[in-house]
């Protein structure tokens, strides 16, 4: 039996109760950043590798990075809707990188044991709704 769209709602208003994901970056970071980025705005945030690169693609516009622990902190800004950021030192973002990843992969974990015995296209709802009411674009 499929639930409604109400039940969907509900299930995901209380997993986004239970994460403890806070806004990225300013809420990961324990040091003032000193370099602004500009992100542009885009629907569609998606990083992928690309030879030596990790590449971040904001809508059509790419972004190369060396570093993928920058490029995961510029790609979980994006995902917020940041369209600016201020980079902190490299110690600075590999330590907020990993925070935001531990408390992604409590939320994930938490998705999991609320969805169970759900099929896919309900668990797609939830993960997306989720994501609105913690105010990332499809961080799931």
Do not use: W
């Not at 690309?50 to 902190?73: C, I, Q, R, W």
């Amino acid at each position: 039996m499929k639930l409604s769209r109400s039940e969907l709602l509900e299930i995901a208003n209380r997993i986004a109760k239970k994460s403890p994901l806070k806004p990225f970056p300013e809420s990961y970071m324990n040091a003032k950043g000193k370099d602004p980025f500009k992100i542009p705005y885009g629907e569609e945030v998606t990083m992928f590798r690309k030879d030596e690169f990790t590449v971040v693609m904001v809508g059509s516009e790419p972004f190369y990075f060396m570093s993928h622990n920058l490029a995961k902190f510029v790609f979980y800004a994006a995902k917020r809707g940041e369209q600016t950021v201020m980079i902190p030192d490299v110690n600075s973002i590999a330590t907020s990188v990993k925070l935001f990843e531990n408390d992604l992969d409590i939320t994930l974990s938490i998705i999991i044991q609320e969805c169970r015995g759900l099929d896919d296209s309900e668990i797609d709802i939830i993960k997306h709704e989720t994501s609105s009411l913690l105010g990332y674009s499809e961080i799931f």
